[in-house]
């Protein structure tokens, strides 16, 4: 165990990884707190918060748990505050998968950062980067990032144990981190699109396991149809109606 250091783990609530990351840490560190969340939770823990606040904690560990840590929380951590973000320094914030695809990136990655009241903008200490497939969809490439973040969380780890804290890695944020209101936004498509555009968004959106692409015809937000192709958008707005069953009948369904 590091020099007894002290943390506090905070991670997803998806089994595999948590229990890889909590194991990984249980042994390197005097884990004095640790808890799961789904990603749609954002209240800080409130055992989280009163563990950090008895001012022994070492370091704050957020492993993929999505909400953010309150400024007075992370000013009571002795040492570092680390948060591990699936996505390269490019795209801070939400739908990183999706945006990289959507633009063509040739590279992805994964990022360790410290922590500050701002999203996704403290130092960054430490990247892996990794390429992007001409397959690959929004799952596949998410899916590899989540994967590496766990190799991430481990070299991260171990340098806490040797050394005690991080260092720059020189690496530097690209953006300001997109906000889920502005990813919703983009999400969604207009039969007026151009067919390309839609092609693209639907390659870089569809997922199994997470909401979108929609699109929104006279003021009515619906998900595309997930057993339509979206080939289909060639054919101009009337096929992209067809394609999506918005057929006037089917409109007034949702008035």
Known sequence: ????????????????????????????????????HARDEREFPRAAAAAI??????????????????AGVLGCVRREAVNFHPASPAWPGVGSASYALYHGDSMFGVTAHRMTSRVDAGDIVRVIRFPVRPDDTCETLFDRALGATLSLFYQVCEELVSVGQLCPSGDRWERAAITRAEFEQWMTLSA????????????????????????????????????????????????????????????GKHD
């Open 1 to 36: 165990m590091g020099a007894n250091y002290r943390c506090v783990l905070l991670t997803s609530d998806r089994p595999d990884l948590a229990d890889a990351a909590e194991t990984f840490a249980r042994k390197r560190f005097n884990v004095r707190h640790v808890s799961r």
């Open 192 to 251: 007026t699109d151009p067919p390309g555009e839609i092609a693209r968004k639907v390659r870089a959106l569809r997922h199994s396991r997470l909401p979108g692409p929609f699109f929104e015809i006279d003021g009515v937000r619906v998900e595309v149809p997930r057993n339509r192709d979206s080939g289909g958008a060639s054919k101009g707005e009337s096929s992209f109606r067809d394609r999506c069953g918005l057929t006037q009948s089917t409109r």
């Open 53 to 70: 606040a008895s001012g022994d904690v070492d370091f704050l560990l957020n492993y993929l748990a999505p909400m953010i840590v309150p």
